[in-house]
């Protein structure tokens, strides 16, 4: 039987990624496409005006990945500089053809109601109903985190109210006005309600089986995301994925697994949009917390995955792209007996990119330094000689691989 999964589900898992940009706040996106959700139902739209509202919302901030920029766009209510992520992320999810009918709602999802009237239409009006429930969120997250959301629900519709026909279309506010007289709709935006909810979508949901070649493309939509997060990183997830994929071929992988390794790849680094900027573009040594931060970047991964049925070994592929025959490797310290040829294949890719590539601590190493470190790890017992010998015989076109789209080979 052919590798398929349902793509709403992967979306729906895979937008845990962005709301790991949040670091303590794990379910802002959600929660815009539950208020987005219900304020459509309350408005009485269409069945599928509403999903769509609900998907965007989801990925709204699909062009946010740096966590210092998330802070920005949650403590300034009408920040002048928002509306640079809602492009970026427009142009990413335009090149998907999945996904590209949420483009133009993600383009203007910053964009002010009394900017938008020259050809106000379902996209804009979509557009403006994200905007607006993004900005309640913001609010109610605030008040969520010291546990007075009850308290402030007055205080949050008069700021929404106070930008009718200027920020938000009036016909939007006024749904939501209505809505907010309802304890059931704040409720909705706890925690455990937000899961049920996701549960109840996920059961209900049309399921758009997706094939190894769309899954692809979402992975990689989702890995330019990650890679954005530091100039460091550019391009790495692809780069590793191009590697993986060269090596399981070598190796005599079938296709269906070259595929899968693929995405895992492409999806390895999922849980390092948890980890804070300044971390990731430290110059120096970290510390003991800060390395134990972002050693639990791969677990993050796992998490995520894990919730796609039918991405079980694409899960346990990528979460083990740190782990060492040894069992010195991290989060879970599996030893090479435990560890599939898969994951190692993509450890091998993911390590020989990234000495191939600059890092804030050293500058990229030449192909030969590359495979003297692999040497040196192998006879340390945390490399497999098996992959070596394949990457010593490889290696310029290893080295080309990891380059090829940074200018560079």
Not at 169 to 186: H, I, K, R, T
């Amino acid at each position: 039987m052919p590798f398929q999964v349902a793509l709403r589900h992967v979306i729906h898992a895979l937008s845990d990624a962005l709301d790991l940009v949040g670091v303590n706040d794990l379910h802002h996106g959600k929660r815009v496409g539950i208020i987005a959700m219900h304020l459509g139902q309350h408005l009485g739209w269409p069945q599928d005006d509403i999903d769509r509202c609900f998907d965007a919302g989801l990925i709204h901030d699909i062009g946010v990945s740096s966590t210092d920029l998330h802070r920005r766009l949650v403590v300034d209510f009408d920040w002048e500089g928002s509306l640079g992520h809602a492009v970026f992320g427009a142009k990413l999810l335009g090149e998907f053809p999945g996904l590209a009918h949420l483009a133009p709602v993600v383009r203007h999802h910053h964009t002010h109601w009394d900017e938008l009237q020259d050809g106000y239409g379902r996209d804009e009006r979509h557009a403006n109903l994200i905007y607006l429930a993004d900005r309640v969120d913001v609010l109610a997250a605030v008040a969520m985190q010291d546990d007075a959301l009850g308290d402030c629900v007055d205080t949050i519709v008069n700021k929404i109210t106070k930008h009718r026909g200027r920020l938000f279309d009036p016909a939007l506010v006024d749904a939501f006005v209505a809505a907010a007289g309802s304890e059931a709709f704040w409720l909705g935006l706890e925690s455990d309600a937000v899961r049920d909810t996701m549960d109840e979508i996920g059961r209900t949901v049309a399921p758009l089986p997706a094939d190894l070649e769309t899954l692809r493309g979402v992975a990689l939509l989702f890995s330019r995301v990650v890679d954005a997060k530091s100039h460091f990183t550019v391009e790495h997830s692809e780069a590793v994925a191009r590697i993986a994929r060269y090596l399981a071929e070598r190796f005599g992988l079938d296709a269906e697994t070259c595929g899968k390794l693929e995405i895992a790849g492409y999806l390895h680094d999922l849980g390092k949009l948890r980890i804070p900027d300044a971390l990731l573009e430290k110059p120096g040594p970290l510390t003991e917390q800060e390395r134990r931060i972002v050693a639990g970047h791969a677990y993050e991964t796992f998490r995520i995955l894990s919730r796609i049925d039918g991405f079980e070994d694409i899960a346990r592929w990528a979460a083990h792209h740190h782990e060492e025959p040894s069992g010195h490797g991290y989060p879970f310290h599996l030893t090479g007996d435990e560890l599939a040829l898969e994951s190692c294949l993509l450890r091998a890719a993911d390590i020989f990119q990234a000495l191939a590539q600059d890092r804030p601590y050293r500058a990229s190493l030449p192909a030969a330094a590359v495979l003297t470190h692999l040497q040196e790890l192998t006879a340390a017992g945390r490399f497999s000689p098996t992959i070596l010998a394949v990457i010593e015989a490889d290696l310029d076109i290893l080295y080309a691989l990891a380059l090829s789209h940074s200018g560079r080979a």
